[in-house]
């Protein structure tokens, strides 16, 4: 069945350092790929997307690619910030919504 | 700006009672889906409903949990009678159609701990 594998946390930064949080993906047919963020106390809210291959999904500083030749969408922001803390799942849709086990990330000034 | 809205927020209940959950989809959205989220197991899909029919409910336990949606702008999830391994995070989400790309959007969630 379709499933998403995203790397463990916790990982905590400096302010302005580089992130990157792995997300690979099994799917049998041709999912699309979403980051979602949770804030603490909050529901979780669509981050970006990518709809087929090779589509780069950004907003926020953030950006990820869809990689079908390695199941991949690694989500990258060149220079965190404080607000940037949060979890942070990775999940694909086709037919159902599948999320990954979400990645907490602190980001101390 | 529009929003999903879920009530309780917090509810503290004891073992073997009810507990209702209910929420309020964004005005328009004809997709609705329940989550819960607890820290062993992450956020898993417990049902989703499209024009208020039930499309999938295969992620609920049957016996104990009930998902409806009365109307358009009410959905509901109860569990009768609740135990202690219910205790989480319970989000409810809607959408427009189910296509693959069609975002969802959450609400804040209900907090449930039962003791």
């Known amino acids: 069945g379709n499933s998403v594998t995203q790397m463990e946390g916790p990982v905590t930064l400096s302010e302005e350092a580089f992130l990157t949080i792995n997300c690979t993906y099994t799917?049998?047919?041709?999912?699309?790929l979403f980051w979602y963020v949770q804030y603490p106390g909050e529901g979780l809210q669509l981050l970006l997307k990518?709809?087929?291959?090779?589509d780069k999904g950004s907003n926020k500083g953030f950006e990820a690619t869809y990689r079908k030749e390695t199941t991949s969408f690694h989500l990258e922001k060149g220079s965190v910030q404080v607000s940037d803390s949060a979890v942070y799942f990775c999940?694909?849709?086709?037919?159902?919504?599948?999320f990954g086990a979400g990645t907490r990330l602190t980001v101390k000034p | 700006d529009a929003r999903v809205t879920q009530t309780p927020r917090d509810k503290v209940t004891e073992m073997g009672q009810e507990v209702t959950m209910r929420c309020q989809p964004i005005l328009g959205h004809n997709t609705v889906f329940w989550y819960r989220q607890t820290m062993m197991q992450g956020l898993e899909l417990l049902a989703y409903?499209?024009?208020?029919?039930?499309?999938?409910d295969s992620g609920m336990p049957k016996d104990r949990f009930s998902a409806e949606m009365p109307d358009a702008t009410l959905a509901t999830l109860k569990i009768q009678p609740s135990e202690p391994r219910d205790s989480a995070v319970y989000f409810c989400?809607?959408?427009?159609?189910?296509?693959?790309?069609?975002?969802?959007?959450f609400g804040p969630g209900t907090r449930l701990t039962v003791l």
């Open positions: 799917a049998t047919g041709y999912p699309s």
């Open positions: 990518a709809t087929k291959a090779d």
């Open positions: 409903f499209r024009n208020r029919a039930p499309l999938d």
């Open positions: 989400a809607s959408g427009f159609g189910l296509a693959d790309y069609n975002e969802q959007f």
């Open positions: 999940a694909l849709s086709d037919h159902d919504m599948r």
